[in-house]
């Protein structure tokens, strides 16, 4: 009965290897993989900081108008000539101007942030397309800090080396 036991355990073990072998041939072997924390790309991409750098240029203007509107209001309120409903008049008109220019920046903010990201993201996507047929991966996956992988080892983070890449791309050096 032991002899059964040991032969039934060993052909078990045998089909099992021969399974795996076909298994794993069938599948194409094993599959070169990666992944890259697409947070990371996108925030060191040059493309993305320079544009970052535009709306921050834009919007400093338009936070310009704003503050002026602030010191003339403020200097309405230090006018001691100005009295009385002339005075409420004055600083509702400014009140209204400040919280018009207030809404228009925010919207422009908006407005360049979805038009900017768009704009990023097309020609990152592209640039990590032909990253990973340079890099001859099968797969690559994009980590984003919200649990599309949950672990992985540092051997498969390609991250730096994307964003190398993608900041040359963009320079025209690759």
């Known amino acids: 009965m032991d002899k059964k036991i040991i032969l039934t355990i060993g052909i078990s073990i045998i089909l099992s290897v021969i399974l795996s072998f076909f298994l794993f041939n069938s599948m194409g072997g094993m599959k ?29 203007e338009k936070r310009l108008v704003i503050d002026n509107l602030k010191l003339e209001l403020q200097a309405v309120y230090n ?8 005075r409420f008049v004055k600083v509702r008109e400014i009140q209204n101007e400040i919280e018009l220019k207030s809404y228009e920046a925010s919207q422009e903010e908006q407005k360049l942030t ?10 990152l996507n592209q640039y990590i ?46």
């Open 114 to 123: 979805d038009q900017f990201d768009t704009q990023i993201w097309k020609q």
């Open 79 to 86: 006018d001691s000539e100005i009295i009385g409903n002339e």
């Open 129 to 174: 397309k032909e990253f990973g047929k340079n890099q001859e991966l099968d797969f690559m996956y994009g980590a984003n800090g919200q649990g599309t992988i949950l672990f992985a080892k540092e051997k498969y983070d390609l991250t730096k080396e994307c964003i190398s890449y993608v900041n040359n791309k963009y320079q025209g050096i690759e």
């Open 32 to 60: 070169k993989q990666a992944y890259v924390d697409m947070i990371t790309v996108f925030n060191e991409f040059e493309l993305k900081i320079k544009l970052q750098k535009k709306m921050e240029d834009i919007l400093k």
